[in-house]
C-alpha cells in the first residue's frame, strides 16, 4: 500500500493538496453565502417572539415551533399557487427560449445592418427600469385583453427576450458555421436546419438561461401582482406577499413560506446542474 | 441519434408549450362560462330576490390584517344577495397602495377601492362616486368627513378610527412605581420615564424584565413615524383638519419647538441617547415586534393598529399596555390624536347596478348586525359610527382610543394627510434624520419644512 | 452560404412582435408623457414642452440619485464580476463538492424582495454591532445610519445576491472552451496560471461582454435591494435613480417629470452600456 503511494507520481500529489485547498475554500465560500438562507431556515422553526428575541440563535424548547409550515402551506394555499406558478413558469419559459435562440441565431448569422440594429435595440432594452414602463404597458395590455393569465405570459415573453437573446448571441458567436453550411448543402430547409442542427448545439446555454429565467419569473411579484386579478389564480409570490401587511409583518410563517417557495426551485436547478455536468461529459466524449 | 433525440425533446417542449398555452386559454374562457353558469343558477335559485340581476363586482384595498375579515363579510353578504358576486383583490408587502392602485385604474379598474385625505380626493376626484344619500351618514360626527367633502357630496366612508400616542407597558411602569395617572402631560410622562430609567440602570428591574434595555425605542428609520406622527400635533396648531392644510400656501409652524422637544425626548430614552445618528437605522419591527413586545423596552410612539403585531408575538404584552397622549409641550398635553386615515370610495365609472351593489355591500358590513360584529371581533377595528351599541374592541389600546372619544379629549390625527405630497416624510422626516446624525442644526430643520412646503405648493 | 430575407425575418418575428407590444410601444408612450403634466390619474394630459426636463435638472435628488448610483454601480460592477467569475473558476474545478457548490452559490437568487432587506437589516444592525462590540472594531457600529455604510450595505448585499448570477453565465462559456481548448494548451505544456491569462480569459470575452452589460443594466436600475434595505434612507442619502424616478411618478404623482427623469436615465446608461458593449467585443475572438 504504501508503497503504490510513494510511487505515485508529484504531479497526483499535486492535484490532491489543490484539491483540499478547493474543498476549504468551498465550504468557507459556501458558509458565508448559505448564512442568510440557514437564518432564513432556522427562523422558520420558531415562533415570532422567538425570532425577535434572538434571530441568530437556533430554536429553543420555548421558540421552537413545527407550526409554520402547516399553517404557511395552508395560507398560501399552497397546491393551487404552486400550480399557478409552475404552469405560468414552465410556458412562459419554454416559449422565451423558443423565440430567442431562433431570433438569436439569425442575429448572429446575419451580418447586416439590421441585424446590430435589431440587436443593440434588444439590449438597451434590459436598461429600462421596469417601473418606468408599467403604466403605459397597463393601458397596452387593457386594450388588448391582457389582463388575464395568457397575458402574463406573453409580457415574461416581451420582456424576456432581451436578456435571452443576448445571452443566446454571445454563445452562438462561438458556434462555428461550417456545420450549418454543410447541412444546407444537403438541402435541410431553415426549420430543419435550425432544429436539427443548431439547437443540440445549443443544450448548455439552453439550461443556463432557462434556469435564469425559470428563476426570475418563480419569484416575480411586481408584474403579476398587476395583471393577476382573481382569486385562485394567484402565484406563490403573490401569496407570500399577503404575509405582509400594513402595520402586521409575519415573519415566522413568511420564513417558512419562503422556504417552501424555494424547495421546488432548488430542486429544480440540482436537476438542471446534473444534465449540464452530463451534456458536458457528453460533448468531451464525441 | 443524439441530434434526433433532442429535436424530438425539443419540438415535443414547444409543442407542449403550444398545448399549455391554448390550455391557458381554455380554461381562461372555460372558467369564464362556468362562472356565468354558475352565477346564472345561483339567480335561478333566487328567483324569489328582486332586481335579481347578476352584478360582480371587485374590490381593490390595502388593510392586509383585515382581509379574512372582509372576505368573511363578503360571505355573508354573498348568501344573502346570491345574485352579487365579489371579488377582493388585497394588496400585500406594506405601502405601495397607492402606486398599485393608479395601475389597476389603468388595467381593470375596481369598483370599491380606498382613498386617503384631501389629495387623494383631489386626484380621484372624477372618479368618485357621491354618497351623500347614504345613510350611515347621519351616524357619524361631521369631523369624520371633513377630509372627503367636496361642498355638499360625500367622496368617501370612513375605514376605521385610528389614534396614536405613546404606548407603555403600563404593567412595567406601574412595577417601578409610576401610575398611570401621573404621566398625563409632558411634564409628568418626563418623571415617571426619568423614574424607569433610573431603576434599569440601577438593575432594579431585571429580575422581573430580563429582556429590559431601555425606556424607549425610537424608529427614526421610518419616515412616517418621525414625519407623519411626530410632525401631526405640531400641524394640528396650525390648521385644524387636514383641508385646511391642504388649502396652506405657506406652513406658519407655530409648535415647531414643542416638534424639537418630542424628537429629542424620545431619543434621548433609547439605548443610543448618545449616538442619536444609530437611530436612522432603527425600523418599525425592531421597536415594536423586537422592542415593545418583548419587553425590551418598556414605550414607543405607536397606535391602536400595532395589537395584531403584540398579538403574533406574545398575547400577554398586549394586556400590559396602554397609551398616553402625545404631548406637544405647551401644546396637546392631555389629548391623543385619533381620525380616519383611510376611506372607502365607489368608483363613478362603474355600472348603476354595480354602484348600487357596492353601496348596499358597504352599508351592510358597517351598518348591519352581522356587519357590525365582523367589523369589530374578526377586524378589531375601532369606528366612528354612533350606533355599535354595546359592542367594543376588546384590546387595552382600542378601548383606550374610544375611551377619549367619549371624553372628548382628541386633537385630530391625520393632518398631515393635508400637507403637499411627500412632504411629511420626504422633507419633514429627512431633515429630521439629519438632525439626529447631527448633519443639520434644528434651526436649518424648521427653516427647510418651511421653505418646501412653500416651493412645493407653487409647482 | 445563401441567406434568404425571409428567413432572417421569420426567425426574428416571434420575439420581436412579443417585445414590441411589452417593451417598445410602452417605452415610447412613456417618452410622450415626459412632455406632459400627466399625474398619472387624470384622463387629460396637458403639453408643456421641454419644462419637465428643466425641473429635473434643479432637482437635487434626482442628481444626487444619479452621482449615488453611478458609483455604486462601478464599484458592484467590479466586484460582482470579479467574485462571479472566480466562483466559476472555482466550481469548474475537479473537487468533491463543486457541483453542490453551484447550487450555493447561486441560491441568494431566489431571496427576493422584503425577506432579503429583513435578513440583511439584522445582519448588518444586529450582527454587526454584535462583532463590533466584542471585537472592539468600530467601524461595525450603526451601519445603515449614514450615508457611508448605507452605500456599502447596498454593495455587499448586491455582490452576495448578483456574483451567483454571473457565475452562472461565466460556467456555461468556461465549459464552452474548456474541454476543447485546455487539451490542446496542456498537451503545449502551459502551466495553469499563464493557460488563464492565455487561453481562458480571451476566448471568455464574449462572455465577458455580456457580464459587464448585465451587471451594469442591474446596477443602475436596481431598485428591490434599495428599498428593502435603506428605502433610500437616512434622508434620501442612499436612494437610487430607479427608486428616486418611482417616488416622482407614484408618491409625488408627477408621472412627467418621472418619465423625464426615466428618458435622461436611458440615454445615459445607453451611451455607458454601448460604449462597453463595443469596447469589449472589440476584444472577443471568435472561434
Known amino acids: 500500500?504504501?508503497?503504490?503511494?510513494?510511487?505515485?507520481?508529484?504531479?497526483?500529489?499535486?492535484?490532491?493538496?489543490?484539491?483540499?485547498?478547493?474543498?476549504?475554500?468551498?465550504?468557507?465560500?459556501?458558509?458565508?453565502?448559505?448564512?442568510?438562507?440557514?437564518?432564513?431556515?432556522?427562523?422558520?422553526?420558531?415562533?415570532?417572539?422567538?425570532?425577535?428575541?434572538?434571530?441568530?440563535?437556533?430554536?429553543?424548547?420555548?421558540?421552537?415551533?413545527?407550526?409554520?409550515?402547516?399553517?404557511?402551506?395552508?395560507?398560501?394555499?399552497?397546491?393551487?399557487?404552486?400550480?399557478?406558478?409552475?404552469?405560468?413558469?414552465?410556458?412562459?419559459?419554454?416559449?422565451?427560449?423558443?423565440?430567442?435562440?431562433?431570433?438569436?441565431?439569425?442575429?448572429?448569422?446575419?451580418?447586416?445592418?439590421?441585424?446590430?440594429?435589431?440587436?443593440?435595440?434588444?439590449?438597451?432594452?434590459?436598461?429600462?427600469?421596469?417601473?418606468?414602463?408599467?403604466?403605459?404597458?397597463?393601458?397596452?395590455?387593457?386594450?388588448?385583453?391582457?389582463?388575464?393569465?395568457?397575458?402574463?405570459?406573453?409580457?415574461?415573453?416581451?420582456?424576456?427576450?432581451?436578456?435571452?437573446?443576448?445571452?443566446?448571441?454571445?454563445?452562438?458567436?462561438?458556434?462555428?458555421?461550417?456545420?450549418?453550411?454543410?447541412?444546407?448543402?444537403?438541402?435541410?430547409?431553415?426549420?430543419?436546419?435550425?432544429?436539427?442542427?443548431?439547437?443540440?448545439?445549443?443544450?448548455?446555454?439552453?439550461?443556463?438561461?432557462?434556469?435564469?429565467?425559470?428563476?426570475?419569473?418563480?419569484?416575480?411579484?411586481?408584474?403579476?401582482?398587476?395583471?393577476?386579478n382573481k382569486a385562485g389564480w394567484q402565484t406563490l409570490p403573490l401569496k407570500t406577499y399577503l404575509f405582509f401587511g400594513q402595520f402586521s409583518k409575519r415573519w415566522d410563517l413568511a420564513s417558512a413560506g419562503l422556504m417552501l417557495c424555494i424547495i421546488p426551485i432548488v430542486v429544480f436547478y440540482l436537476a438542471c446542474q446534473k444534465y449540464i455536468v452530463k451534456g458536458v461529459t457528453d460533448g468531451a466524449i464525441k | 441519434m443524439k441530434g434526433k433525440k433532442l429535436l424530438a425533446l425539443v419540438t415535443a417542449g414547444a409543442m407542449c408549450a403550444a398545448a399549455l398555452a391554448g390550455c391557458g386559454e381554455t380554461t381562461g374562457a372555460s372558467s369564464g362560462a362556468a362562472g356565468s353558469t354558475a352565477a346564472g343558477t345561483s339567480a335561478a335559485s333566487a328567483g324569489g330576490v328582486a332586481n335579481g340581476k347578476n352584478v360582480s363586482i371587485n374590490i381593490f384595498q390595502f388593510k392586509v390584517e383585515a382581509k379574512d375579515a372582509f372576505q368573511k363579510a363578503i360571505d355573508a353578504y354573498q348568501k344573502k344577495n346570491p345574485n352579487v358576486k365579489i371579488n377582493m383583490e388585497t394588496v400585500g408587502g406594506g405601502d405601495d397602495y397607492g402606486a398599485a392602485l393608479k395601475t389597476k385604474m389603468k388595467s381593470d379598474p375596481p369598483v370599491i377601492f380606498n382613498i386617503g385625505g384631501p389629495q387623494d380626493v383631489k386626484d380621484w376626484n372624477s372618479k368618485l362616486e357621491d354618497l351623500s344619500d347614504q345613510k350611515w351618514i347621519s351616524h357619524l360626527p361631521a369631523d369624520s368627513l371633513a377630509d372627503v367633502k367636496d361642498g355638499s357630496k360625500v367622496l368617501g366612508m370612513p375605514f376605521d378610527l385610528e389614534g396614536y400616542g405613546i404606548v407603555i407597558n403600563r404593567k412595567m411602569f406601574e412595577d417601578a412605581g409610576v401610575s398611570y395617572d401621573s404621566m398625563l402631560t409632558y411634564d409628568g410622562m418626563k418623571k415617571g420615564f426619568d423614574t424607569l430609567k433610573a431603576k434599569i440602570e440601577k438593575g432594579d428591574m431585571k429580575s422581573k424584565y430580563p429582556q429590559l434595555e431601555a425606556v424607549m425605542e425610537y424608529p427614526a428609520k421610518e419616515t412616517w413615524v418621525i414625519g407623519d406622527h411626530d410632525i401631526n400635533s405640531t400641524l394640528g396648531q396650525d390648521f385644524k383638519n387636514a383641508t385646511e392644510a391642504f388649502n396652506a400656501k405657506e406652513l406658519p409652524f407655530k409648535a415647531s419647538d414643542g416638534y424639537k422637544k418630542i424628537i429629542d425626548f424620545q431619543a434621548s430614552y433609547t439605548t443610543n441617547a448618545k449616538s442619536r445618528g444609530t437611530l436612522n437605522s432603527i425600523d418599525y419591527s425592531t421597536s415594536l415586534e423586537g422592542g415593545l413586545a418583548i419587553e425590551r423596552v418598556a414605550a414607543i410612539e405607536q397606535g391602536n393598529w400595532i395589537a395584531p403585531s403584540v398579538t403574533s408575538v406574545d398575547a400577554n404584552v398586549l394586556k400590559k399596555l396602554d397609551m398616553l397622549p402625545f404631548p406637544v409641550p405647551g401644546f396637546s398635553d392631555g389629548k391623543w390624536p385619533v381620525g380616519v386615515p383611510m376611506y372607502w370610495a365607489v368608483n363613478k365609472d362603474a355600472d348603476a347596478d354595480k354602484k348600487a351593489a357596492a353601496k348596499d355591500f358597504l352599508n351592510f358590513m358597517y351598518q348591519s348586525d352581522e356587519g357590525k360584529q365582523i367589523i369589530i371581533n374578526d377586524a378589531k377595528f375601532a369606528v366612528a359610527f354612533d350606533n355599535y351599541g354595546s359592542l367594543k374592541p376588546s384590546d387595552p389600546l382600542n378601548q383606550r382610543i374610544m375611551k377619549a372619544v367619549a371624553d372628548k379629549k382628541t386633537m385630530p390625527g391625520w393632518v398631515y394627510n393635508g400637507a403637499p405630497p411627500t412632504w411629511t416624510q420626504k422633507v419633514a422626516g429627512a431633515n429630521v434624520q439629519k438632525y439626529l446624525s447631527g448633519e443639520e442644526t434644528w434651526d436649518q430643520v424648521v427653516k427647510n419644512c418651511k421653505d418646501q412646503w412653500k416651493s412645493m405648493r407653487a409647482s | 452560404m445563401q441567406k434568404s430575407k425571409t428567413r432572417f425575418w421569420l426567425f426574428l418575428a416571434p420575439a420581436l412582435i412579443a417585445f414590441a407590444l411589452i417593451v417598445l410601444i410602452p417605452t415610447i408612450m412613456g417618452f410622450w408623457y415626459a412632455f406632459t403634466d400627466w399625474n398619472g390619474i387624470s384622463e387629460r394630459a396637458n403639453f408643456v414642452g421641454v419644462r419637465n426636463f428643466v425641473t429635473i435638472f434643479q432637482d437635487q435628488t434626482f442628481l444626487h440619485a444619479f452621482g449615488f448610483t453611478a458609483l455604486f454601480a462601478l464599484c458592484a460592477v467590479v466586484l460582482v464580476n470579479v467574485v462571479g467569475f472566480a466562483l466559476a473558476l472555482l466550481v469548474t474545478q475537479a473537487f468533491p463538492g463543486a457541483t453542490a457548490l453551484r447550487g450555493i452559490f447561486f441560491m441568494p437568487n431566489l431571496i427576493g424582495g422584503l425577506l432579503l432587506g429583513f435578513t440583511w437589516q439584522f445582519i448588518f444592525t444586529s450582527i454587526f454591532t454584535a462583532i463590533g462590540k466584542a471585537t472592539g472594531m468600530h467601524f461595525l457600529i450603526g451601519w445603515l445610519s449614514n450615508p457611508q455604510t448605507g452605500f456599502w450595505g447596498l454593495v455587499i448585499l448586491t455582490v452576495w445576491q448578483l456574483s451567483g448570477y454571473m457565475m452562472i453565465i461565466y460556467i456555461a462559456q468556461i465549459q464552452q472552451i474548456q474541454e476543447s481548448v485546455k487539451e490542446a494548451a496542456r498537451i503545449d505544456g502551459?502551466?495553469?496560471?499563464?493557460?488563464?491569462?492565455?487561453?481562458?480569459?480571451?476566448?471568455?470575452?464574449?462572455?465577458?461582454?455580456?457580464?459587464?452589460?448585465?451587471?451594469?443594466?442591474?446596477?443602475?436600475?436596481?431598485?428591490?435591494?434599495?428599498?428593502?434595505?435603506?428605502?433610500?434612507?437616512?434622508?434620501?442619502?442612499?436612494?437610487?435613480?430607479?427608486?428616486?424616478?418611482?417616488?416622482?411618478?407614484?408618491?409625488?404623482?408627477?408621472?412627467?417629470?418621472?418619465?423625464?427623469?426615466?428618458i435622461i436615465f436611458l440615454i445615459v446608461v445607453a451611451a455607458i452600456g454601448i460604449t462597453q458593449l463595443t469596447l469589449t467585443k472589440r476584444k472577443e475572438v471568435e472561434m
Open chain 1, 1 to 228: 500500500m504504501e508503497n503504490t503511494q510513494t510511487v505515485k507520481t508529484g504531479m497526483h500529489r499535486k492535484n490532491v493538496t489543490k484539491k483540499v485547498v478547493f474543498v476549504i475554500v468551498g465550504i468557507l465560500l459556501g458558509l458565508l453565502f448559505l448564512f442568510p438562507i440557514v437564518i432564513l431556515l432556522l427562523n422558520s422553526f420558531k415562533n415570532q417572539r422567538g425570532i425577535f428575541m434572538n434571530v441568530l440563535g437556533f430554536p429553543d424548547a420555548k421558540t421552537f415551533t413545527p407550526n409554520n409550515y402547516p399553517q404557511a402551506f395552508k395560507f398560501l394555499d399552497y397546491t393551487t399557487s404552486f400550480m399557478n406558478s409552475l404552469v405560468i413558469t414552465i410556458v412562459s419559459t419554454a416559449l422565451i427560449l423558443l423565440v430567442s435562440s431562433m431570433a438569436a441565431w439569425v442575429l448572429v448569422r446575419y451580418k447586416t445592418k439590421a441585424s446590430s440594429v435589431i440587436f443593440l435595440l434588444f439590449a438597451a432594452a434590459m436598461l429600462i427600469p421596469f417601473q418606468c414602463v408599467m403604466l403605459p404597458l397597463m393601458s397596452v395590455g387593457s386594450a388588448l385583453h391582457m389582463i388575464n393569465r395568457v397575458g402574463l405570459v406573453i409580457m415574461y415573453v416581451g420582456f424576456g427576450t432581451s436578456m435571452s437573446i443576448i445571452m443566446f448571441h454571445g454563445f452562438i458567436k462561438n458556434v462555428p458555421e461550417e456545420l450549418e453550411e454543410a447541412a444546407t448543402i444537403d438541402g435541410c430547409n431553415s426549420i430543419q436546419l435550425f432544429f436539427i442542427i443548431v439547437v443540440p448545439l445549443l443544450k448548455t446555454i439552453m439550461i443556463t438561461v432557462a434556469i435564469l429565467n425559470v428563476m426570475w419569473i418563480w419569484n416575480d411579484y411586481l408584474l403579476p401582482s398587476l395583471v393577476i
Open chain 3, 190 to 262: 502551459a502551466g495553469a496560471g499563464s493557460m488563464l491569462v492565455h487561453i481562458t480569459m480571451p476566448l471568455m470575452m464574449p462572455a465577458f461582454t455580456i457580464g459587464l452589460f448585465m451587471t451594469i443594466s442591474n446596477s443602475f436600475k436596481m431598485f428591490d435591494q434599495n428599498l428593502a434595505l435603506t428605502a433610500g434612507g437616512p434622508y434620501r442619502a442612499t436612494e437610487m435613480l430607479a427608486l428616486n424616478i418611482y417616488n416622482s411618478a407614484f408618491a409625488e404623482n408627477h408621472l412627467g417629470i418621472a418619465q423625464a427623469k426615466a
